[in-house]
Nanobody, 115 residues
Framework: VQLQASGGGLVQAGGSLRLSCAVSGSVFRINAMSWYRQAPGKERELVAG????????NYADSVKGRFTISSDYAKNTVDLQMNSLKVEDTAVYYCHVRNSYTEFWGRGTLVTVSS
């Protein structure tokens, strides 16, 4: 099982990026998908996540109103639309999926926001 993330890059503050993550390989019943990030010198933190049952989407307070997670549990893909980016959004972003038995992490994609 591999999680391939793409879409990272360099953007100016106020700009937008869209991250995409696709799960390849056989994964039994993914029931939650999320994006995490880790900035230099900081711990990894949850950015946004949702569950297959719907009705529950969680965002870090720092990204509410600016970021939107979109998950497709039929295609096993998860995107993160990031708008109004700030310098403090600079980090390596990781996609994460889990089922009832285990979890999987992507390798990360770097997002750099310049002032």
């Amino acid at each position: 099982v591999q999680l391939q993330a793409s879409g990272g890059g360099l953007v100016q503050a106020g700009g937008s990026l869209r991250l995409s993550c696709a799960v390849s390989g056989s994964v039994f019943r993914i029931n939650a998908m999320s994006w995490y990030r880790q900035a230099p010198g900081k711990e990894r933190e949850l950015v946004a996540g949702d569950t297959i049952r719907g009705g529950y989407t969680n965002y870090a307070d720092s990204v509410k109103g600016r970021f939107t997670i979109s998950s497709d549990y039929a295609k096993n893909t998860v995107d993160l639309q990031m708008n109004s980016l700030k310098v403090e959004d600079t980090a390596v972003y990781y996609c994460h999926v889990r089922n009832s038995y285990t979890e999987f992490w992507g390798r990360g994609t770097l997002v750099t926001v310049s002032s």
